[in-house]
């Protein structure tokens, strides 16, 4: 029987997670060379991107990602250290380039810092960013960053200290800005900053975030709110869609500037007329922007997830656990990214309800 933990889940006692650095992850069970061969999905899209979600764990419960009382997957469920390398390597030899850590909250694993090093050392890896809450990057943005972090979005979804603590339902937001300055310190830039827009929580913060990008060269992002498991009569009955939170912007600071948009990241690119930093949309909801997506993440517990919003995954952890070989792990990896989806249904109704926000990793 699958034994569940459960974590802290009362607001008033906010977790204590130690951030212990263990020892170094060495490789030695791997091979040193491999010819790399780009996998592509049966529509032709490049699969190069990967995100891993080293937690599904949390020091926060964001109103919008989780239930109040969730309950956490026990260790022996989650991928080692070893294993998550295993797949990083597998994925690297399938032309994965770029790899972004997030949760759960991601800078909650132990090692965290050590496991980056290890990955921004993966042959093949160019490109190694971070989704946090940035509860814990005051201190850890100078190690992340020397460990070879490139860069993070820090989640903020309000500026009003009250709000923040109730949609987060203990968080203090100071927290937050220590972490962005930690951040800008460590050169882990362009800093972006993640907001999900919901209704009768912070639909009226978009203004004072939006204003940030006056004098910050930062990308504030306004997310449209997506339905998973757990939570999704609230994040169904809330949601603030893309072209409503444009014209709130454009009511204050007039028609947003195009800012370049490349169809690969989600978030599309608009500038307040004479702003430093840039606003940004992610609209997965309304329009959502799969052509250009060449985007698989990597579960927790070490399932391919082939879309955010299907449920289709292959389980690479089981095989890799039974003893399969580097090279049966890259021919399951090259085939589940092959059989990726085009895109969700969420507009006829449809949408992924086998995991929760956080377990996939956003
Ligand atoms: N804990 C980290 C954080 O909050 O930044 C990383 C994991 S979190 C699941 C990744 C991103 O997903 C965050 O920016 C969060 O705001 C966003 N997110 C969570 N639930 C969401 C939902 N239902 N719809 C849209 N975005 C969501
Ligand atoms: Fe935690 Fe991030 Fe989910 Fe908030 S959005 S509960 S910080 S995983």
Redesign the pocket.
Known sequence: MTQRITLHTTPETPPHIEVTPLGKITHASLPAGYPIEPMHDSYGRRINYLRI?LTDA?N?R?V???PEHMTFRPRHELMTDEELLTLVRVGASLGVTKIRL?????TIRPNVVELVRAIAETPGIKDLAM????LLLDKLAGPLAQAGLRRV???I?TLDAEKFRRITRWGDIGDVWRAIRAAEEAGLTPIKL???VVRHFNDDDMIDLARLTLENDWEVRF??????GG?TEF?QSNVVTYQEMRARVEAVFGPLEEVGYDYVDPSRPFRIHGALGTLGF?S?VTEPFCQGCGRVRLTADGKLRLCLLREDEVDLLTPLRNGATFEELRTLMRDGAFHKPWGHSLSSGEFAENRV??Q???
């Open positions: 979600s949390c926060l964001c919008y990602c989780m997030t949760g759960g909250e991601p989704t946090t809450n940035g979005n820090i989640s979804d993640n907001s999900v997310i449209e709110m997506m339905p998973f939570v994040q992610i997965s926000m956080n996939i990793g956003g």
